[in-house]
Structure formats: structure tokens, C-alpha cells
């Protein structure tokens, strides 16, 4: 899922356009929205919050527009604390869950909006208002209500209307959540063009780690008011530094065991179910308890017996999960375990030997595997 | 079979309901045509007491009183029940919220006649003091305009508490003061609300004897009170004519609104299915 744009952002020099400085939002004085938290995003960068319900990402993206007041910390953008500036005097503009477009104005007055509270000059206001409806594709309706739109008609006036300002920091509250799961697929890659083309630094929030990982060159995993990781969407996926984190993005499988051989290039893991040799070396010492993690799609079913030592279980499979392109097998192991397999449907043939009840043998490489210490 | 009889009785119900609602309106409107001085005893019909209403000028000034009282009265309770709604609802956490916003809806639950008697032991003793305000206009507007504000304080924090507290935030976020959002976003979703408030208070107004019988003083009677009065009397024909003159102009407004409603709202489905139908575009 690795988008083209980061390997650019990775060799652009880094300017920093945001730091936050250890900020917390306490509610009455016991429960912690936010927990310090401090993070940094360059100028250009499309900045991924990813998180539950109720994990202090969008309180930590309404401090950033000043709908509230942090408890402590500092936020500084460009350099500037703006810490304690109101939301109307920060160069900063916000796309709305839902969009929340003025349902009494017409889309051209929506996109105005912000512009003649500036005070720009009619002739300038109506020549900016007319690019931003040309880079939405919204030309032909500058007269219509919000309510005379499809929806996704409605996310690019939300879209242009935040933009108008040239604001230096976008801010996305869930951007696509309204949107049917097609429009969605289509949506994501426009709005990440258009982004693009202005060149503005965003910040989005986002529950759908997919849409994090298409659209943000960096994300951070929020959970319970802290950050769990930042990282770039692979390193995230690939090598998440925590049990919570290789179970919130995507799918995996975890094997409790203990540290059997530590060596520098190789390491084995004693599990219940089979004996991991993980190719290479970690931190840890023997007798240690660890997970062992393996994504679904990284492991591969087979109906005959691997020829290894390692890296091989043998079970039932109990459910199929079919998705079309791919499918989900849940294989039974003897222990009791039960682990999932993804593999994609490569024949059209209806008929197949992973049928339910029928026995099958999982087994993955020595470099399929996250061993978390944590 | 049994389909058939619940539709019976659905109707027979339905026509029961309405018939109560509806019948005395229409025996009052159809006596009203009656050229006899006995109210209830039917000769031929004439407009005879229409014409003597129109001659009937205490009658008429007590309209018109009224009138005025109920429109001025409506325009201040929906502008304090506004402010007060507005206050009650967006400032969220200040001591005392909840006692505050319980005392601004008991003028609903408590009896009118002990909001009145309460109302004229306070100006009245005011009065005693400052000798001022007067028994009249002035105070059976003030008794009119507390009611009211409680209902339109209801109406429009009901309006407010389902609006997008987001496009306020919008609002902000694209440079508006605190001000400006109310202007340019928050007032302007309201006004469908705050026509209804004024509507409902402006009735409440006109309609009101207890109150104003409180609060009036000499030369002050509002058309509800020379009804009221004259109905002790005995009944006046008359009274049967201007009560059939507010009822055709009441129902023509309610009519004109709802059919207004109606056509707005079934033009705002038609352009919204519109949008949906060609979005490729």
C-alpha cells in the first residue's frame, strides 16, 4: 500500500510546519482525552491520526483548530505559538465530518465564505472562488444549495471551501466516512491529487486504517490519549512496535511462546503449536515470554506435509470467509488455536480441495514474523 | 373480512375525533348566519350581526387591542426566549445551568392565574413606590411577553438542539467572530424556528383572559375579556360573527403555511433525488 508521493517526501528536505509540545486535554480534572502528546509534521506531509472511537484523535485535532483549549502543552506553527489564538484568527482551515456545508448559502457563497471575512476585494474573492470550483470539478454548479448535491459533490465543496484560504495547514476530520465504500476508492486517490497540487500540509483523522494508509505519508496510532506509534503506513504495518498495534492495523495472528535460542542472525520461539525460527536477530534473552505475530496473507495453506523442523501448523479449516478477490480460511489447530490465512483467488475454479472440515497444513517463512516484546 | 372492518372502524373513529373537534366551530359559524337574537333558536339567515359588528365599536377596539398587544407581545418574547434559549444551550458549563434553564419553562406548568395574581401583587406594589407603571397596555403586555418567553425559549432550544453544532465551528474556522457566526449562520438557520415561536406566542397572546384580566386597568379590554364578559351577560349574536371573522382568518393562514411547507418540502425531495440521479457528472 506504499504510495509513490512518500518516497519524494522522504528525500525533500524536511522543514518542520507543526510541533506540538506535550499537549494534554484533561475533562474534569480526571479523564484524559488527550495524554501528552507531542509530534511534529514537515511542511508538505499528509499527517494520518489513526485511532478508535473515543482515542483522543479528534480532541487533538480540535485543539489544533482552537475549538478547545488545551490543559497543557504548546502548539507552534511555523515557529509561533499559537497555543491560545482563537480558531478565527489561525491560518489554519478544517474539512468537517460530514462536511458541514451552510445549507442556507449557495455552493459558491460556501466557498466565498471564509474569504470575505478576510475582507479580500469582490474581484479577487470571485476570481479565487472560480479557481477552487474549476480544481474541484464543481464548475457547472457554483449556484446550487448543498442540498442539491450528491454526496460526493458535497465533500469537494467542503474540500474547496477549506482550501480558499490557502490556509498553511489543512485539517480532515474523517473526510470520507459520509461516502459509500466505491465513491470511496475513487474519492481518496482526487483528494490526495488535489492536496497534492496545492501543496498543502495536512493533518487527517481518520478510525479506517486503510484510508490512513492510502492517504498519509506518516501515521501516528493513537490509542487511549497517547500515541502508540509513528511511523510511516510500512513501517506501521510491517513492523508494529506493540502487541495493540500489530492487532489494530489489519489482521494477525499471535502466538504466545518462550525464548528458546537467542542468536545474532536467528532466534527460536517455543510455542504451543509449533516452534518459530524467526531469521533474525532481536533484543531479548532466553526464557523470555513473547508474541510472536504472523499477518494472514503471509502465510500459506498446503494440503500436503511441509518438509521443515519449523514454521509449520497443522489443523481444520472451520470457516471460510470469501471476498472475491481473496479469501480468509480459519484454520483450527490441534491445541484449540485458531489462526487465519488469507490467500488470493488465483483460478476461477469453484471447487477446491480448503473445504470446510477439510485438513490442512499452514506454514510461513523465517522472515514472515514480528516477535513483540511488548 | 376483518381488514374490512378495521378499516370501518379506523374511519368511523377518525370521523368520530374530527367531529368532536370540529362540530361546535361549525355550529358556532353557522349561527352566526342566523337572523334571530336567540342564539341557539334559528329563524333564516342574514348578515344582520355582522353589520352589527362592524357598527359594534367596542367590540372592534377590543380587536384591535388585541391585535396589538398579541403582535408586540410575541415580538418580545421571541426575542428575550431567543437569548435566553441561546445562552441556556451553547454555554454549556456555568453554575446553576440546570436550575436556570428549569426556571425559564415553569411560566408553562404554572397555573395562569397564579402567574397572574402574582404578577399584579408585584406591579402593583411597584407602582406604590415609583407610581408607575399604569394598569393597561404596558402591563398586560409585560404578563403576555413573560409567557411567551417561555415558550419561545422552548421552541427555539429544541430548534438549536438539533442544529450541526459543527457548521458553528465551520463558521469560526473560516474567520468569523463570535458575533458574526451568530449573524451570518446561526440566525439565519433559526428563522424557521423563531416564525414558529412568534406564531405560537402571538396566539398565546390573543388568545389569553386570565392574564390580561390581572393586568388590565380601566379602557383596557382585550377582545378575549369583552367575550368573556359579554358572555355572562347573556349571549350577543355578535360574538358568534367575530368569532366566525378569526376563524376564516386563522385556518387561511394555517392553510397558506402548511401548503407553503408542503411545496418546499416536496420541491427540496425532488432536487435532492435530482442530485443523486446524475452524479457522475
Not at chain 1, 114 to 141: F, H, N, T, W
Not at chain 2, 90 to 105: I, N, Q, V
Not at chain 2, 165 to 184: H, W, Y
Amino acid at each position: 500500500m506504499a504510495t509513490a508521493p512518500n518516497d519524494e517526501k522522504q528525500s525533500a528536505p524536511k522543514e518542520v510546519l507543526l510541533r506540538v509540545d506535550s499537549l494534554s486535554k484533561i475533562y474534569d480534572g480526571a479523564v484524559k482525552a488527550v495524554d501528552d502528546v507531542s509530534l511534529t509534521v514537515n511542511r508538505g506531509e499528509i499527517f494520518g491520526l489513526l485511532g478508535g472511537s473515543g482515542c483522543g484523535k479528534s480532541t487533538l485535532l480540535r485543539m489544533l483548530a482552537g475549538f478547545e483549549t488545551p490543559t497543557k502543552g504548546k502548539i507552534f506553527l511555523e515557529g509561533q505559538d499559537i497555543t491560545n489564538l482563537p480558531p478565527h484568527q489561525r491560518p489554519i482551515n478544517m474539512m468537517f465530518q460530514s462536511y458541514a456545508l451552510f445549507p442556507h448559502l449557495s455552493v459558491w457563497e460556501n466557498i466565498a465564505f471564509g474569504l470575505k471575512r478576510d475582507g479580500m476585494p469582490k474581484d479577487e474573492i470571485a476570481e479565487r472562488v472560480d479557481k477552487m470550483l474549476s480544481l474541484v470539478q464543481l464548475g457547472k454548479y457554483p449556484k446550487r444549495k448543498p442540498h442539491q448535491l450528491s454526496g460526493g459533490q458535497q465533500q469537494r465543496v467542503a474540500l474547496a471551501r477549506s482550501l480558499a484560504k490557502r490556509p498553511k495547514l489543512l485539517l480532515l476530520d474523517e473526510p470520507l466516512g459520509a461516502l459509500d465504500k466505491k465513491l470511496r476508492e475513487t474519492t481518496q486517490l482526487e483528494l490526495v491529487n488535489i492536496i497534492e497540487e496545492v501543496g498543502v500540509t495536512c493533518v487527517l483523522v481518520t478510525h479506517d486504517q486503510e484510508e490512513a494508509m492510502t492517504m498519509a505519508s506518516r501515521i501516528a496510532v493513537m490509542s487511549e490519549g497517547y500515541f502508540l506509534q509513528v511511523g510511516f503506513p510500512e513501517e506501521v504495518y510491517e513492523i508494529p512496535n506493540s502487541r495493540q498495534v500489530a492487532d489494530f492495523i489489519g489482521n494477525v495472528n499471535m502466538f504466545e511462546g518462550v525464548i528458546d535460542e537467542d542468536e545474532p542472525d536467528h532466534v527460536t520461539v517455543n510455542c504451543e503449536d509449533c516452534i518459530q525460527y524467526v531469521g533474525h536477530g532481536i533484543s531479548c534473552s532466553p526464557g523470555q515470554l513473547v508474541s510472536v505475530a504472523i499477518r494472514p496473507e503471509k502465510i500459506l495453506l498446503s494440503q500436503t506435509k511441509p518438509d521443515d523442523k519449523y514454521n509449520w501448523v497443522e489443523g481444520e479449516i472451520i470457516e471460510i470467509v470469501y471476498f472475491g478477490a481473496n479469501s480468509t480460511y480459519h484454520l483450527k489447530l490441534t491445541s484449540g488455536k485458531v489462526i487465519k490465512v488469507q490467500e488470493i483467488n488465483t483460478t476461477r475454479e469453484l471447487t477446491c480441495w480448503r473445504t470446510w472440515g477439510a485438513k490442512a497444513y499452514a506454514h510461513w517463512n523465517d522472515m514472515a514474523m514480528i516477535v513483540l516484546t511488548q | 373480512m376483518s381488514q374490512v372492518s378495521n378499516r370501518v372502524f379506523a374511519k368511523s373513529w377518525m370521523i368520530g375525533v374530527y367531529a368532536f373537534l370540529y362540530l361546535p366551530i361549525i355550529t358556532l359559524i353557522f349561527f352566526s348566519f342566523n337572523d334571530s337574537r336567540l342564539v341557539t333558536v334559528w329563524s333564516h339567515a342574514s348578515l344582520r350581526w355582522y353589520g352589527a359588528l362592524v357598527n359594534d365599536s367596542d367590540l372592534i377596539s377590543a380587536v384591535l387591542l388585541s391585535l396589538e398587544i398579541a403582535f408586540l407581545s410575541a415580538l418580545m418574547s421571541v426575542f428575550f426566549g431567543t437569548f435566553s434559549a441561546f445562552a441556556l444551550h451553547r454555554y454549556t458549563r456555568f453554575k446553576g445551568r440546570t436550575l436556570l434553564s428549569s426556571m425559564a419553562s415553569t411560566p408553562l406548568v404554572m397555573p395562569d392565574v397564579i402567574v397572574g395574581l402574582s404578577l399584579l401583587l408585584m406591579l402593583v406594589s411597584i407602582q406604590h413606590w415609583l407610581g408607575f407603571p399604569q394598569r393597561g397596555l404596558f402591563t398586560i403586555l409585560l404578563g403576555h411577553a413573560l409567557l411567551g418567553t417561555a415558550y419561545a425559549n422552548v421552541v427555539v432550544t429544541s430548534r438549536l438542539r438539533e442544529m450541526d453544532i459543527r457548521l458553528e465551528e465551520a463558521a469560526m474556522d473560516l474567520g468569523c467572530k463570535p458575533f458574526q457566526v451568530f449573524k451570518l449562520v446561526t440566525f439565519p438557520l433559526l428563522i424557521p424556528a423563531l416564525v414558529s415561536a412568534f406564531l405560537l406566542t402571538f396566539t398565546l397572546s390573543f388568545d389569553d383572559v386570565v392574564l390580561s384580566s390581572f393586568l388590565s386597568g380601566p379602557g383596557y379590554s382585550t377582545m378575549p375579556m369583552v367575550i368573556f364578559s359579554r358572555a355572562r351577560l347573556g349571549l350577543n349574536p355578535t360574538i358568534n360573527a367575530v368569532a366566525t371573522v378569526t376563524i376564516v382568518v386563522v385556518s387561511a393562514a394555517v392553510i397558506a403555511s402548511s401548503l407553503y411547507q408542503s411545496h418546499q418540502e416536496r420541491k427540496r425531495k425532488r432536487e435532492m433525488a435530482l442530485a443523486y440521479s446524475n452524479k457522475n457528472s
